[in-house]
């Protein structure tokens, strides 16, 4: 397994992450598994100085060796966008993404309100508050669990996503 999660500080990080992916390397991990998907074990394998790194649909966790913080990045639209063809089986949609010659995917780094430092700031959890009590009376959306030709093993609960194809 490319290394293992522990219990570690999590922090933004500090530059770009790159991961060259060619359509033999989309075969090459788990559906769904943030740890073991194609996306993570060729990352683990092309960044050696990683000791622990993970992906998930919308952010990449990773730890270099030597540290005792996780980084954080997020996940370029390609990348999102081949995790969830991989997440469902559809390779057909992963060849799109990924031409035959390869695709570099960009892992940056947050900025803005997706920062850590916001997100954990008091003004956030002020925003928040305020939306739990304005909304607290307000009728919630149904549930809807993940369809299951589409959605099976979806990491991150991103219900809804359905791959549209134009007849050939």
Not at 63 to 79: D, L, Q, T
Not at 106 to 126: N, T, W
Not at 132 to 157: A, C, E, M, Y
Request: charged share 35%; hydrophobic share 30%; net charge positive.
């Amino acid at each position: 397994m490319p290394g293992e999660k522990g219990h570690h500080q999590l922090v933004d990080a500090e530059g770009l992450l790159r991961v060259f992916m060619t359509r033999e390397d989309l075969h090459k991990g788990d559906r769904a598994l943030s740890l073991t998907c194609a996306l993570a074990i060729k990352g683990f394998g092309e960044h050696k100085e990683l000791e622990y790194f993970e992906v998930h649909r919308f952010k990449a966790h990773g730890r270099f060796k030597g540290e005792k913080v996780n980084r954080r990045w997020e996940n370029s639209s390609p990348a999102h966008h081949l995790l969830c063809c991989l997440d469902i089986g559809d390779f057909e949609g992963a060849y799109e993404i990924v031409p035959e010659e390869g695709r570099e995917f960009i892992f940056k780094v947050p900025v803005g309100r997706r920062k850590l430092d916001y997100i954990r700031s008091e003004k956030f959890k002020k925003e928040r508050e305020a939306s739990r009590i304005k909304n607290k009376n307000k009728p919630k959306r149904p549930h809807r669990g993940p369809d299951p030709k589409t959605l099976s093993g979806v990491r991150g609960g991103a219900f809804g996503f359905h791959i549209e194809r134009k007849p050939k």
